[in-house]
């Protein structure tokens, strides 16, 4: 009876001062997760990386558990803090960001929930930062958003075969911060700032993401400026 008396003790020890036990599942660890019972973490060893691991998490009767796991690539230039990135930089920004809307060039997977856009020959990004439509869905290009500084992206057949837009810079769009950052399919290396997973895993985040849900994701590093945890 006193061993258990006193692991209770340290267990509400640990509640009482925001902490959390060893064995904690990830996102218990988190600063914060967006308020909704779905969460993905993407997380990589350090800033410099272009790789780490993405799980997706159901939040049940109180705890996180994992639904699913995946190699993950980051940007080519790394991970940076989301409020000082700049665009251009092929770096992923950390931080937890929610996930307005889905698009493929493929038909959405079945069973899929989120709100999704099919990819057309008029499909663009607007990644101008002169334009009204900056890091915006464009279809089609608006006249003053310059296609060089854009995405076409059907061009993109690999690629957006199926993506999730972060939220990043989306909703009171800062300029020169940076535009179009999704989670989507693997490329043939590090991305140019999104996150990427292999195709079956993108097809079963889609069938897993429930917009009921509040979905979030959150990006960062083991630990350091942009550790996980902070966010």
């Known amino acids: 009876m006193r061993r258990r008396l006193v692991i209770a003790l340290v267990s509400a020890s640990f509640c009482a001062l925001g902490l959390a036990p060893a064995d ?21 060893p350090d800033a410099g990386s272009t790789t780490g691991t993405l799980t997706w998490w159901d939040l049940r009767h109180g705890r ?17 803090e989301g409020t000082s990135r700049q665009q ?15 698009f493929g060039i493929e038909a959405p997977p079945a069973g899929t929930r989120v709100k999704y856009r099919p990819v057309a020959q008029s499909s663009w990004w607007c990644q101008d930062n002169d334009s009204r439509a900056y890091n915006r ?30 939220g990043f810079n989306y909703r009171h769009p800062v300029r020169g911060r940076g ?3 999704f989670l989507h399919v693997n490329g043939k290396a590090a991305t140019a700032g999104c996150v990427s997973v292999p195709a079956d895993a993108m097809t079963e985040i889609l069938r897993w993401t429930d917009p009921s849900r509040h979905p979030h ?4 590093t083991e630990d350091g400026a ?3 945890t902070r966010y």
């Open 217 to 220: 994701i959150a990006i960062g």
């Open 24 to 44: 904690a599942p990830l996102p218990a660890l988190l600063a914060d997760t967006g308020g909704g019972t779905q969460l993905i973490t993407a997380r990589a």
């Open 137 to 166: 869905w464009a279809d089609p290009l608006p006249t003053d958003c310059r296609a060089t500084e854009s995405e076409h992206l059907v061009s993109y057949t690999t690629q957006y075969a199926h993506a999730l837009v972060i």
């Open 88 to 102: 251009g930089t092929n770096t992923t920004p950390t931080g937890l960001y929610d996930l307005p809307f889905g």
């Open 179 to 181: 535009a179009g950052i």
């Open 64 to 80: 996180w558990t994992a639904a699913g796991t995946a190699p993950a690539r980051f940007g080519s230039g790394g991970l940076v």
């Open 226 to 228: 942009t550790a996980l």
